[in-house]
């Protein structure tokens, strides 16, 4: 069973910048397509970004236009999120899904990471 470990959460004031990282723990045709969501209290979870690991099929959310990167490492079967210029609406538990094409809905995953908060107080 494929499993997705994220860290790099935490809490940081507006203005900061993180870096999450997701590990897989191994490649299947169900991680062909990396993404990232992200789920606030009293909301649903939202699309952020994804990539497949050439990088050539990507997609991104109007919401991190500018300030939210995904980029992936094939060699360590990790993707990352470097988010820049946090603001207070970037609060979230973040998560870390694969599926077997590329997606931006939910139910476009078969696997998904337990979460890493991301906090941004003023």
């Known amino acids: 069973q494929v499993q997705l470990v994220e860290s790099g959460g935490g809490l940081v004031t507006v203005g900061g910048s993180l870096r999450l990282s997701c590990v897989v723990s191994e490649r299947t045709s169900d991680t062909n397509n990396m993404g990232w969501f992200r789920e606030a209290p009293g909301k649903g979870r939202e699309f952020v970004a994804a990539s497949g690991w050439s990088g050539s099929s990507t997609a991104r959310a109007p919401l991190g236009k500018g300030r939210f990167t995904m980029s992936v490492d094939p060699a360590k079967n990790t993707v990352y999120l470097q988010m820049t210029n946090l603001i207070v609406k970037s609060t979230a538990v973040y998560y870390c899904?694969?599926?077997?094409?590329?997606?931006?809905?939910?139910?476009?995953?078969?696997?998904w990471g337990r979460g890493t908060q991301v906090t941004v107080s003023l």
């Open positions: 899904g694969s599926g077997y094409k590329m997606a931006t809905r939910v139910d476009g995953y078969s696997y």
